[in-house]
């Protein structure tokens, strides 16, 4: 007597329960385990000045750390580095750190060198020992910043309380320099650096203004308006086009001339 086909069909019903069974409990620990993609960026210049510091945020959000109502959960730290053609006298602070809030700021102080700087920064959100990393790549140019120097003297035998002097660039506010309390009879030397990398060629001129002193602080001189002209040399014309209309006609005028004479031989043959 051949075996009955049932228990052969319950055998199959419970493989594919069971499978079935593995695939949802699968997707459930997926699901408890997943959480928001990480994502971080940096906020800062991309075009310096030699000599000079500035402050970059590092932002981030997302990866274990974090719920996906945006409850910040676990820790998200960073490590960062800055390299270079010569990265001597160029210092990252801080290298290493961890993320309050989703940001945190960080401090890059320029050499006297002008060059190309890359920020490199891994950022980790981690939460009971799962962790997940991003990495960026900031690209910053170092370029000679225009200046501006004056040296002030306190007119007042009862000095001054701190104040700002205005900086102005052909009759555009550009800047401001904060200037500390001084006492009487001393002096003080301001500087301010402008970094474009795209001023237009030829003369420009700062402006310096001490309106906010009242009369207590003027410059060097006893002027309480100071002005200093610079100029910047326009960039080379491009004539490329030129070069190749040129190379062009040359060819054509070789090509003219050998069918003109391949002609006359051919004349001159018949």
Request: a positive charge; aromatic letters at 8%; proline letters at 5%.
């Amino acid at each position: 007597m051949r075996g009955s086909p049932v228990p052969v069909l319950v055998l199959l019903l419970l493989l594919v329960a069971s499978g079935a069974g593995a695939t949802l409990l699968a997707a459930g620990n997926a699901r408890a385990t997943a959480y928001p993609a990480l994502s971080a960026s940096v906020n800062g210049p991309t075009s310096v000045g030699t000599d000079l510091t500035y402050n970059y945020t590092l932002s981030a959000s997302g990866g274990p750390a974090y719920g996906f109502n945006g409850t910040l959960l676990g820790t998200v730290s960073f490590s960062a580095s800055v390299i270079g053609a010569n990265t001597t006298g160029v210092t990252l602070n801080p290298t290493a750190g961890i993320l309050e809030n989703g940001a945190h700021s960080l401090s890059l102080a320029t050499s006297n060198l002008t060059q190309t700087l890359t920020l490199n920064i891994e950022v980790t959100s981690g939460l009971n020992g799962r962790n997940a990393s991003t990495n960026l790549s900031y690209t910053i140019t170092v370029i000679l910043p225009y200046t501006i120097t004056a040296s002030l003297v306190v007119a007042s035998g009862m000095g001054s309380s701190p104040f700002a002097v205005l900086v102005l660039l052909d009759g555009t506010p550009v800047g401001s320099v904060e200037v500390p309390a001084l006492t009487a009879g001393a002096s003080y030397q301001i500087r301010y650096s402008y970094v474009n990398p795209d001023l237009a060629g030829g003369w420009h001129t700062f402006s310096l203004s001490l309106a906010n002193a009242h009369g207590l602080v003027v410059f060097a001189g006893g002027a309480t308006q100071y002005s200093q002209s610079f100029y910047v040399a326009s960039a080379p014309p491009n004539n490329t086009l030129w070069y190749v209309a040129g190379a062009f006609a040359f060819v054509l005028a070789i090509f003219i001339s050998l069918t003109v004479f391949g002609n006359r031989r051919r004349g001159r043959k018949r």
